[in-house]
């Protein structure tokens, strides 16, 4: 493992940590960047199996993910140094706007930039969930251009479906995600999609 490379995925987690601003979701653009800029540490298709992983383990999905890629490239020192990189500016952030929050919280253009952000943050939010649809349901893409029909499966397409369905019915509010994930690994073991 070089030095420079470990310094190098830090640093990308450490601007991932700094600019994506909506939650674990909001690091999927800055990771699909990153996996263009390196393959070498994550293709397309780790990040969506990153974002199984994520989703499917407790804590927040965008320190899974960043312990998950700096594991995946660098072992465990990259492990624990990528997910210390995306925490440490969120860290330092909070810190920052508690410091300043109440003085300012009723301005205008506090309120506007905050609209904005919150709007901007949502684009980057849908364009990531269109990215892990595309890998999740044409598995091998690299990309939105690369789409083709050969790759679509549509037994995963139908999963997406069903899930999206069930996920939205009024009388099954109340189920839980969780079960949505073990029914789908189940589906996915037994029908070994």
Known sequence: MKLSSLFRICFEFFKTGLFSVGGGLATLPFLVKISDRYPEWFSHADLANMVAVAESTPGPIGINMSTYAGYFSHGVIGG??????????????????????????????????????????IGLLLSACFSVFVAATFPGTVGVSAISLERFKVTYFMLFIVFFILMNNKKLKKVHPIAYIFIGAVVGIVFSL
């Not at 210390?84 to 009723?106: A, D």
């Open 80 to 121: 624990i140094l990528t997910t210390l990189s995306l925490v440490f500016p969120s860290f330092l952030v909070v810190l920052l706007v508690s410091k300043i929050w109440e003085k300012y919280k009723k301005n205008e253009k506090v309120q506007k930039t905050f609209s904005s952000i919150r709007a901007a943050a």
